[in-house]
């Protein structure tokens, strides 16, 4: 369902766009376009909220509702959005100043009783950037300069932890926000054609992401789910203590190359576990003061986490856009081999670090 008449869902909300809804996505492209809207990247959970009075729903980027996981937010946005309206936004938990996905992770949780604590520990915030329906009136087909100012105009009482986006049509502006604001956990810029009609699951926008490099030892690797074939390659870095931590993963490999880098790691294969420095990856305890591969999470329970390792001595050039903590932030793009690079060379000194910024100088976090 999109939009049109109003319907009944679950037999409670009665609006004129319904949900589920896919989101309206964006593509990548290197710089930012002179569209005449400019607005930060939230590295959140992107949400469409639904609300017909007291009943708000959540739908999440695969349509499916979150409402559960965030009982805070939802009083807060019952208290700050208008009576009968649709909202695409992101949640967003902000701690120590700057966006923190990984706690925000934590936040989706099967026990009502964790779900409780986590969200008087960690409260999330939502940031709204688009206005789909207000009242009785379905607005996806009109431009979106015209519904960013209704949404304006909407919230325009709205208090933290509910905000507007912030949003420039200057280009130098954008700029400066695509640089300075890294420091506060972004991760760059969306452009939104003024024009545009609000298309669900369609790529109309615009994104500029941060690209990096960074030299990698590739100490394992992860059987393909279909078998016989590389799936991810394990990257890692030595910390100042000469301890390689697992950082990330490069994953993205059309089949035909997986299947070549099967003879190409061979060699390197390490059969006697206590000579790897991931070796103690299933001891549970092992975790503590160290990044290793294989820890449960939610996120990954059910999942075969083993891997093969193979003796760190390979080096890999990856793109990447951020880190989060110390770990390269989304999966790595493979990009060539460094046989010129010395795999204890392999470091997280290597990597560009941005000035931090509160983010408090972005939104008016309390």
């Not at 909300?13 to 809804?21: A, E, G, K, R, S």
């Not at 060699?267 to 991931?278: A, G, K, M, Q």
């Not at 193979?310 to 081999?337: C, N």
Request: charged fraction near 25%; aromatic fraction near 8%.
């Amino acid at each position: 369902m999109v939009s049109g008449a109003p319907r009944h869902h679950d037999g409670l909300m009665d609006l004129p766009v319904m949900p589920p809804i896919a989101p309206m996505l964006s593509k990548a492209v290197k710089a930012i376009p002179d569209v005449g809207h400019v607005e930060p990247k939230w590295d959140g959970f992107r949400t469409i909220v639904f609300r017909d009075g007291d009943e708000i729903e959540l739908g999440s980027r695969n349509e499916k509702p979150m409402t559960r996981y965030f009982p805070e937010l939802v009083d807060a946005l019952r208290a700050n959005l208008p009576e009968r309206c649709v909202v695409d936004g992101e949640i967003i938990l902000v701690r120590d100043g700057r966006l923190d996905f990984d706690a925000l992770q934590q936040r989706i949780h099967p026990a009502a009783s964790r779900v409780k604590l986590l969200a008087e520990q960690t409260p999330v915030s939502f940031v709204a950037f688009d206005l789909l329906a207000l009242g009785d009136d379905d607005l996806m087909p009109r431009p979106f300069g015209e519904r960013r100012a209704l949404l304006v105009e909407a919230l325009a009482e709205a208090s933290d932890p509910v905000f507007v986006t912030p949003a420039t049509a200057d280009l130098a502006e954008a700029q400066d926000w695509f640089t300075r604001f890294e420091g506060a956990g972004l991760d760059g810029v969306v452009a939104k054609p003024l024009d545009g009609a609000y298309l669900p699951d369609k790529r109309t926008m615009f994104k500029v992401k941060h690209e990096r490099t960074a030299d990698c030892v590739v100490a394992g690797f992860r059987w393909h789910k279909t078998g016989g074939i590389v799936g991810s390659l394990l990257l890692g870095l030595y910390d100042d203590d000469g301890r390689l931590h697992h950082v990330g993963v490069a994953a993205s490999f059309p089949m035909a190359r997986r299947a070549s880098l099967v003879a190409e790691l061979e060699p390197y294969v390490e059969n006697d576990l206590s000579r790897h420095p991931w070796g103690e990856w299933a001891d549970p305890e092992a975790h503590a003061g160290s990044r290793l591969p294989g820890a449960v999470s939610r996120w990954s329970a059910g999942k075969n986490l083993s891997f093969v390792p193979l003796r760190p001595e390979l080096v890999v050039e990856v793109g990447y856009s951020q880190m989060e903590g110390d770990r390269i932030r989304h999966t790595a793009q493979f990009k060539r081999w460094r046989p010129d690079r010395d795999a204890a060379s392999c470091t997280y000194a290597q990597l560009e670090s941005p000035d931090g910024l509160d983010l408090s100088q972005i939104l008016p976090v309390g």
